[in-house]
């Protein structure tokens, strides 16, 4: 199973940006996965935000962060990133990366277990 490593998070102001990264350490498979960033506020479900084919790089994102964040990714360095902009309060979670696939039209996490995650905090 891959093993993801989320880190980038931070205080930031509204309106303000950051970019998260997500770190693969398994490459061998990488190529047939979509890798994507779901969030968790205090007291709410966790919820998809974006997420992008690692081979065609084809990218999806809620409709919530459309326009605002941008999510890529690093061939070499195995890496996903997602770029954050004009951050709103209700940014503030906790974002997780996973290898996820869609089904019946709702983003999933393949794998069995989430990873530590990284904080966002927007203050207003």
């Known amino acids: 199973q891959v093993r993801l490593v989320e880190s980038g998070g931070g205080l930031v102001q509204a309106g303000g940006s950051l970019r998260l990264s997500c770190a693969a350490s398994?490459?061998?498979?990488?190529?047939?996965?979509?890798m994507g960033w779901f969030r968790q506020a205090p007291g709410q479900e966790r919820e998809f935000v974006a997420a992008?084919?690692?081979?065609?790089?084809?990218?999806y994102y809620a409709d919530s962060v459309k326009g605002r964040f941008t999510i890529s990714r690093d061939y070499g360095k195995y890496t996903v990133y997602l770029q954050m902009s004009s951050l709103k309060p209700e940014d503030a979670a906790v974002y997780y990366c996973?290898?996820?696939?869609?089904?019946?039209?709702?983003?999933?996490?393949?794998?069995?277990?989430w990873g530590q995650g990284t904080q966002v905090t927007v203050s207003s």
């Open positions: 996973a290898v996820v696939y869609r089904e019946d039209s709702k983003w999933r996490n393949a794998g069995s277990n």
């Open positions: 398994e490459r061998t498979f990488i190529n047939s996965y979509v």
């Open positions: 992008i084919s690692w081979s065609a790089g084809t990218t």
